[in-house]
């Protein structure tokens, strides 16, 4: 897998998933004060970078999981390269209710 190397490609990854940095920052475990600090800068530390890859990319997959959860007629056409809405435990991810999608962060919109 691909690490992006800077943070303003992750911020732009997360922004359309509807995921603020602060939000992604305490799913990462970072301080979010590092991510503000580092925006826009190529010197970032790859543990840094690492993390919230690794968190982004979870939440993508839990945003691609609900999506598909709410209209099974498209998983078909996704075909394998869509992801199961479970981690490498087996264990089914908790999907929000439909009420609240993922892109408010649990706000009423």
């Known amino acids: 897998m691909q690490i992006e190397t800077r943070i303003d490609a992750i911020e ?3 922004q359309r998933i509807g995921l603020s940095m602060t939000a992604l920052a305490k799913k990462a475990n ?3 004060s590092t991510i503000f ?3 826009g800068s190529a010197d970032n530390k790859l543990s840094t970078l690492e993390k919230l890859n690794a968190a ?3 939440e993508e ?3 691609l999981a609900h999506l598909l959860c709410l209209h099974p007629q498209n998983e078909a056409a996704a075909g394998a390269r869509s992801p199961r809405p479970y981690g490498d435990d087996g264990a089914v991810a908790a999907l929000p209710a439909v009420a609240a999608p993922p892109y408010t962060n649990g706000r009423a919109a």
């Open 61 to 63: 997959r839990r945003v």
């Open 37 to 39: 600090r580092n925006r």
């Open 12 to 14: 732009a990854r997360a």
């Open 56 to 58: 982004l990319v979870a």
């Open 30 to 32: 970072v301080a979010a």
